[in-house]
C-alpha cells in the first residue's frame, strides 16, 4: 500500500464512480504506486471463513450488518491481535438509488465506533436517483481481542434511500455486490508514524445478495395527482386572497 495513501479507495475513485465498471471490484486492480517497504508478509495471517450480510430496518433509512467470522481458533487471533496493530478494511460499493451519510459516519468515528471512514463518487445527498452516480464506503474498523467474540466480528453501515424515479410496479429495486475485504497490519512495536504496514486482500466469499425495495410513485397517478395539487394550491391561495379582504 503506498505510504501516503490514507484510504485503498482514493485510487479507484473512477471505478466507483464510471457506470460501465459495475462489475469492476478493487480485487482485480493493481497497485502502482511505491509500496511500503519493511514489513514482509512471511506469516500465516487469519483469513475470513463465513462472510454473512444482511439488509435491517424499515422505511427510507437501513443498515447493511455485516457478520464475519475468521478462520484462526480464538486463541490464534488474539496472539496475532496482541502482537500487531490490525485494522478491518470494508469497501462497499452503493447503487446510485442509496447513499451513505458522510457527517453521520463521522460521528461514528468520533464515538470510535469506527476507527477511520471515507465515502466516495457522489456525495450530493440531495440529489433523487434520476440525477446521481454511484458511491463507495470505505470502513476502518479497530480489531483488538476486546471486539472478538468467538473470532466472530459484527460491523453496522447505516444507509439512506434517495427519491427514485417514477415505476409503475410502484417499487425500485437496489441489489448490494459482495464488499471487498482487506486486512491492514503492523508490528506493534513500529513507530505509529512509519508507513509499514501490509494489506491482505482477505478474498471472502461472495456475500449473499441484498437487495433494497424503495417506495416509488406511479407514473400512471401522474395527471390524477397533479390536479388535486393544482386544486388544493387554488384553494390556499384564494382562502388567503378573501382573508386578507375580509380583515
Given amino acids: 500500500m503506498p505510504c501516503s495513501r490514507t484510504y485503498i479507495g482514493d485510487a479507484y475513485t473512477n471505478a466507483f464512480t ?25 506469516f500465516e495471517v487469519s483469513t475470513l471463513s463465513e462472510l454473512h450480510r444482511q439488509l435491517v430496518g424499515e422505511g427510507s433509512h437501513r443498515r447493511l450488518v455485516y457478520s ?5 481458533r480464538q486463541d ?3 496472539n496475532f491481535l496482541d502482537s500487531y496493530d490490525a485494522h ?3 469497501i462497499e460499493k452503493l447503487q446510485n438509488g442509496v447513499f451513505a451519510d458522510p457527517f453521520e459516519l463521522q460521528h461514528f468515528v468520533e464515538r470510535k465506533v469506527f476507527l477511520d471512514v471515507a465515502v466516495f463518487g457522489d456525495t450530493n445527498l440531495e440529489l433523487p436517483s434520476a440525477l446521481s452516480n454511484r458511491s ?4 476502518h474498523f479497530d480489531l483488538r481481542p476486546s471486539t472478538l467474540s468467538n473470532s466472530n466480528h459484527i460491523v453496522d453501515l447505516p444507509l439512506h434511500a434517495r427519491y427514485p424515479p417514477l415505476d409503475a410496479s410502484g417499487y425500485a ?7 471487498d475485504l482487506f ?18 486482500n482477505l478474498q471472502a466469499a461472495p456475500a449473499e445478495k441484498a437487495a433494497w425495495r424503495i417506495p416509488c410513485g406511479n407514473e400512471a397517478h401522474i395527471g390524477f395527482v397533479s390536479s388535486i395539487t ?18
Fill in 18 to 42: 464510471d457506470q460501465l465498471a459495475e462489475h469492476r471490484g478493487l480485487v482485480g486492480m493493481s497497485d502502482s504506486g511505491e509500496l511500503c517497504k519493511g514489513l514482509a508478509d512471511d
Fill in 68 to 72: 464475519m467470522t475468521f478462520g484462526a
Fill in 88 to 90: 478491518l478494511v470494508i
Fill in 76 to 78: 490464534a487471533m488474539i
Fill in 183 to 200: 486486512l491492514r497490519y503492523r508490528k506493534k512495536e513500529i513507530h505509529s508514524n512509519s508507513c509499514l504496514w501490509v494489506l491482505k
Fill in 136 to 139: 463507495a464506503v470505505e470502513i
Fill in 173 to 179: 429495486t437496489v441489489e448490494f455486490d459482495s464488499p
Fill in 230 to 247: 393544482f386544486l388544493s394550491a387554488l384553494v390556499c391561495s384564494m382562502s388567503i386572497v378573501l382573508a386578507t379582504l375580509i380583515f
